[in-house]
């Protein structure tokens, strides 16, 4: 058996919007059954728009901040050490309402979604942050929707 040992600040640093992700695990180690993500969300940011996956399950384990989900019309704060769990169908989005940045943990099973991160990356950058139109293209091809309302 051999470990795989990433070091602290190691990983794929990568921007989505305003908002900054380290890749942790790309699914090259888990022969793809998970991908890992550190996202930190700056103040005051909102983040994706809502939207459901339909191939795979989303969790997020709050680090530091307290982000807000939603689903639906519901939405609640989640405070440091809290796990939030987004399986196929359900519909969610999340957001820093605070005045520090939040850090969230999030695992991606399968880890498909991960390349969608990296598609987010090389979208163009703009003041107001990414094209709503151009995110919901790339989502589509990862088999996620974004919910209209």
Do not use: W
């Not at 989505?16 to 059954?33: C, N, Q, V, Y």
């Not at 307290?66 to 704060?77: A, I, K, M, Q, R």
């Not at 990296?118 to 950058?125: A, F, I, T, V």
């Amino acid at each position: 058996m051999t470990l795989s040992v990433l070091t602290r600040g190691a990983g794929e640093s990568i921007a989505a919007g305003p908002m900054t992700l380290r890749i942790l695990e790309d699914g090259r180690l888990t022969s793809h059954r998970l991908g890992l993500v550190e996202v930190t969300v700056p103040p005051h940011i909102d983040g994706p728009p809502q939207h459901v996956h339909r191939e795979h399950d989303e969790t997020f384990y709050v680090i530091s901040g307290t982000p807000s989900f939603t689903s639906g019309s519901d939405t609640v704060l989640v405070q440091p050490g809290c796990l939030v769990t987004a399986p196929p169908g359900e519909p969610h989005t999340f957001a820093n309402p605070g005045d520090t940045p939040a850090v969230l943990l999030c695992t991606v099973t399968p880890d498909r979604y991960i390349d969608y991160f990296r598609e987010l990356d090389r979208l163009p950058k703009k003041p107001g942050g990414l094209d709503p139109m151009a995110v919901a293209e790339v989502m589509a091809r990862y088999a996620t929707e974004v919910v209209r309302r």
